[in-house]
């Protein structure tokens, strides 16, 4: 809580004065010179009701002695001039006196103020430097230590004295004419929600940062949204039908999706409405739509282009891409906004749909074909740069825009290279989220993890997962518990949207979180920077939802990787097909399984007649499957005919009657043997067909297993 005011703020009281209203032929006479309206002592002798409350005025302000001269004596004239005692004044004869340039504009403003109850100097012409008139309506001492109890609040949340400089004071001044009192404990959250409202972006984040300290002190129960504007998410409706709207707007203030996700829905559905304008005009309401309507609706969002049915608020967007096709994604996002809309429509028994949103708002195949799994993983050379980046910072790798501490900095990019963490679970950490690991782990092969090892990280509960501990590196501990070092502690908790709970946030500067783009704006640039690696791979811009990707993939594609069940618990997500979009198996993994998986090409089916082992008999039980033929030497693997078979007596061939014979018998089984393959052989396997005659004309003078050469085979059954 703060500390009690140690100047003690008094109003202004008029109530000891006798408020004159008629002034005499005497005192219209003394007023109308010149040199009498400048001298305080004979003044204060001769009228002294009417100059009473003006000096005293003097002392409460604080103004200087030359400027309440020639002010004071602005007043008199003007008395003299009307007639009228300055207690009779309009607020017009108020306004009137202001916009001249006699005297100091603050002290006549204050005058007004306390003497002829003007509150707002707000509306003088070209009003400037607020806090200045607060100072001289309030008092300068009073305005001075509230300025200064305020500014040392902001300092201790982390902001610089040239920060504040630059609008403390204005703002300051601005919240105490509004509120009417300057002591900051009388400050409330309606009177800094007004302080933002219809304001300006800069004087609005202004206001934030007022609140964060005030939050800080005690005197607000919680800080205000640095912007508390939303104006911002207001899209045009020009061009869309009326009833279309209002059943859009109506989704959107019933719906409870999260508010990003409401809102790029509600800009799905209301782009809708232009087609509908343009290609539908009888269809207005969702009752109106068929399910021609809706096969129309996906021919068109197939054959969309980007910025094609984009609404007017957002016509002078930059956008990538500008008339080209747009992605598949983009098409299944669309279609899936609508689809939901529709379905809450009907759910809610706001009316009876002509058409099933599920089957007749489906996704196409060939879009769900090209917007499956594709992980957009960082090129492993980059990535591991990325590693030594965020291991390695110092002080001269801070860009110069950035004004959060080294400490805090050095924490953010290890949690986004060893962490695998979403972007909105990092800045929603909480400041007590890393826990040491204490005791031995032993795994199930009999291995121990030493204590200390590794540190568990508390997970804040996420879109797809609820609340979940995970284990990390200990140079994440290491580098969190330098952060909270250098963290400042008088920071009120703040409200965490998703949760509903106040959390004390790990990443929480100036009384607030970090931005939600401060890892993709900030962090990585510095750490490509410092990795000397460009700020775009092979697969486009280095985000943070990659990094995510990377660092799930790392732990799938080493030796003894983990599981898919355990990438899943590790990452949050819900399901296993989820975590499928994180992962891409490396090549050289990839090559290594290909050659285990490759000696299955090395191995021949061998067919085993179980009836002449058991009989003891010499006849052949080994039959090897050449393919259109069965070859009946149990040495066949040694024959060096084996790839061009040249037809011995042990040769079966398959269309014979022995050997569909040898095919029908229950007593065969079938195995598979392994054989090592010649040089060759290998080429000849990988397509070679040269090689392939060349060993055939090669084998001509070989025997084979029965002792005779291709050629003699070859001449015999000519013969025959």
Same mark, same amino acid.
């Given at each position: ?491 009120? +908790? !703040?409200?965490?949207?998703?949760? $509903?709970?106040?959390?004390?946030? &790990?990443? #929480?500067?100036? /009384?607030?979180?970090?931005? %939600? ?36 993939? +790392? !732990?799938?594609?080493?030796?003894? $990787?983990?599981?898919?069940?355990? &990438?899943? #618990?590790?990452? /949050?997500?819900?399901?296993? %097909? ?59 693997? %040694? ?82």
């Amino acid at each position: 809580m703060s500390t009690p005011s140690i100047i003690p703020y008094v109003p202004f009281d008029t109530s000891q004065y006798e408020r004159q209203s008629i002034l005499s032929n005497r005192e219209l006479t003394i007023l109308s010179n010149h040199f009498h309206r400048s001298d305080w002592r004979y003044l204060q002798s001769e009228i002294p009701k009417l100059l009473a409350p003006l000096v005293d005025i003097v002392d409460h302000s604080g103004v200087s002695k030359r400027l309440a001269i020639c002010s004071v004596a602005a007043i008199l004239w003007n008395v003299s001039k009307t007639g009228q005692s300055y207690w009779c004044w309009s607020e017009s004869q108020w306004l009137t006196l202001l916009s001249k340039r006699t005297g100091s504009q603050p002290f006549l403003a204050s005058v007004a103020y306390h003497i002829g109850g003007f509150k707002t100097p707000q509306r003088i012409e070209k009003f400037r430097q607020p806090a200045i008139y607060a100072s001289h309506i309030f008092g300068h001492e009073v305005f001075r230590h509230e300025h200064a109890r305020l500014s040392q609040a902001l300092r201790s949340l982390g902001y610089a004295a040239r920060n504040l400089e630059q609008f403390l004071s204005c703002v300051l001044g601005t919240l105490m004419l509004e509120n009417g009192d300057p002591r900051l404990e009388t400050f409330t959250e309606e009177l800094l929600l007004k302080g933002q409202r219809n304001r300006s972006l800069g004087v609005a984040k202004s206001v934030g940062k007022v609140s964060h300290g005030l939050a800080a002190m005690g005197v607000l129960a919680k800080p205000l949204r640095m912007r508390g504007y939303t104006c911002w998410r207001e899209k045009s409706i020009e061009g869309i039908d009326p009833t279309w709207t209002m059943w859009c707007r109506r989704w959107r203030d019933t719906s409870t999706l999260r508010p990003r996700t409401r809102e790029s829905n509600y800009s799905f559905i209301l782009r809708t409405g232009g087609w509908l304008a343009r290609e539908q005009p009888e269809v207005a309401a969702p009752t109106d739509w068929s399910m021609s309507t809706c096969a129309a609706f996906i021919a068109a969002i197939d054959r969309m282009t980007v910025g094609e049915w984009a609404l007017e608020s957002a016509k002078g967007t930059q956008l990538k891409g500008l008339g080209q096709p747009i992605a598949a994604n983009s098409k299944r996002n669309f279609l899936h906004a609508l689809r939901r809309f529709f379905s809450d429509f009907e759910l809610w028994g706001w009316g009876r749909l002509k058409f099933s949103p599920r089957h007749h708002l489906a996704t196409p195949r060939s879009v769900t074909f090209s917007s499956g799994i594709n992980p957009r993983v960082i090129d492993d050379s980059t990535w591991l740069k990325l590693i030594w980046a965020s291991l390695n910072i110092e002080r001269k790798d801070l860009l110069s825009e950035i004004h959060y501490p080294l400490s805090m900095v050095q924490a953010i990019a290890v949690l986004w290279t060893h962490a695998g963490l979403r972007n909105n679970e990092i800045i929603r950490l909480d400041k007590g989220c890393a826990h040491p690991q204490t005791h031995e782990v032993v795994h199930e092969d009999g291995t121990i993890v030493p204590a200390g090892t590794l540190c568990y990280l508390d997970i804040p509960a996420s879109k797809t997962f609820k609340a979940f501990v995970k284990p990390v590196g200990m140079v994440v501990k290491e580098r969190i518990d330098a952060w909270l070092e250098d963290r400042p502690a008088d920071q009120a +908790a !703040l409200l965490d949207e998703r949760t $509903g709970n106040k959390v004390s946030y &790990l990443f #929480q500067f100036r /009384g607030k979180r970090i931005g %939600s783009s401060a890892i993709n704006s900030t962090i990585i640039p510095m750490l490509c920077a410092k990795a000397g690696v460009p700020l775009e791979d092979s697969r486009g811009r280095i985000t943070s939802h990659r990094g995510r990707a990377s660092a799930v993939t +790392a !732990l799938a594609s080493v030796p003894q $990787g983990m599981s898919l069940i355990e &990438l899943m #618990q590790w990452s /949050g997500h819900s399901s296993p %097909s989820s975590t499928l979009h994180y992962i891409r198996i490396r090549p050289t993994k990839l090559a290594a399984s290909f050659v285990k998986a490759d000696q299955m090409a090395h191995m021949v089916s061998v067919l085993i007649d179980h009836d002449i082992i058991a009989r003891h008999s010499d006849d052949p039980y080994t039959f090897y499957d050449l393919g259109d033929s069965y070859c009946s030497n149990p040495f066949w693997s %040694s024959c060096p005919h084996r790839m061009a078979c040249a037809g011995c007596d042990f040769n079966l061939p398959k269309a014979s009657a022995k050997a569909q014979a040898l095919e029908s018998k229950t007593s065969i089984k079938r195995y598979l043997e392994t054989v090592p393959l010649t040089a060759d052989e290998r080429e000849i396997v990988e397509g070679d067909l040269a090689k392939l005659d060349g060993l055939i004309r090669k084998l001509d003078t070989v025997p084979t297993l029965d002792g005779r050469t291709p050629s003699e085979i070859v001449a015999e059954k000519g013969r025959s």
